[in-house]
């Protein structure tokens, strides 16, 4: 995968479009007019600010389904990747929260996305839904079915889980690209708006060799050039909210703030926790998803 190719920058930032509730999650109002709108307007918010890509999951249906999710849902994330990739001009990806990336490969097949986000390709992790188990098996075989060329970014150690298989973050991305066949490897901090421990994503880019390597929480205009100067890009939601509240809608001012300093190179190898440490406590605000 390359990812200057894909994205058009070597370092690229991915904003995430937090779809409102979807048909048959437990907070869906019934309005799917209004998810689409909200996210046409996150997406030209991300696009106006600079982001280089845009992924779409369904991060307020929380609690997710562990497997496979509603054909509804799957029918209303269609509708929704298909309106933001009318409107900006930017590469768009889908993650189907909780693991259940044989939906996702299916709409981005169908959309023309171009990469899926899948929370556990390899090995097994504990978490609030249960057990998820890897899925590359199903996965590389249905894209193969599907003749797709959808790229597939894939967790490791993903957040908001401990494993059961092995802890070792090296061992872990090299089983993840070798045998799993990911693209891309996406290392994350223990929560949403946490990120990585600088010496995780140290051992990950040395583990991934030649696979890009991608931030998945945890950024902010603080830390991107720490985080960056070992990661090929970041997928970042959070940090680009209204007051930095995952509740709220994203600004285009610090989507734009944020690309001001990713150019700038701001950011050390000691900021890349921005004083925040796991452990601690997490903010409400980001306690709504994955």
Not at 227 to 240: E, F, K, N, P, W
Request: with cysteine; hydrophobic share 45%.
């Amino acid at each position: 995968m390359n990812v200057e190719t894909l994205f058009g920058t070597k370092k690229p930032v991915i904003g995430v479009v937090h779809l409102l509730p979807l048909p048959t999650s437990p907070r869906w109002n019934g309005s799917l007019q209004e998810v689409i709108g909200r996210a046409e307007q996150e997406a030209t918010a991300l696009a106006a600010g600079g982001a280089h890509g845009i992924i779409i999951e369904n991060f307020f249906d929380a609690p997710f389904a562990k497997g496979r999710v509603d054909a509804a849902v799957v029918g209303a994330m269609t509708l929704a990747v298909q309106h933001v990739a009318s409107m900006v001009h930017l590469p768009v990806g889908v993650n189907v929260l909780r693991n259940d990336g044989l939906s996702a490969m299916a709409i981005a097949a169908c959309t023309g996305a171009k990469f899926i986000r899948v929370n556990v390709l390899m090995g097994v992790m504990a978490t609030d839904r249960g057990l998820l188990e890897g899925i590359a098996w199903e996965l590389l075989r249905y894209r193969r079915e599907l003749n797709s060329n959808v790229k597939i970014l894939a967790d490791v150690l993903v957040k908001h889980a401990e494993p059961l298989s092995t802890s070792n973050i090296g061992l872990a991305i090299e089983e993840t690209i070798h045998r799993g066949l990911a693209d891309g490897i996406i290392v994350s901090g223990c929560a949403t708006g946490y990120p990585p421990d600088p010496e995780d994503l140290r051992l990950a880019r040395a583990a991934c060799g030649d696979t890009p390597l991608f931030v998945g929480s945890g950024t902010t205009w603080e830390n991107i050039g720490a985080l960056l100067q070992h990661a090929d890009g970041a997928i970042v939601s959070t940090s680009l909210k209204r007051h930095g509240h995952a509740q709220q809608p994203i600004d285009p001012l610090r989507v734009a703030r944020l690309l001001e300093a990713l150019h700038s190179g701001v950011g050390d190898t000691n900021s890349a926790y921005n004083g925040r440490r796991p452990g601690t406590g997490y903010p409400t605000e980001q306690l709504a998803g994955v």
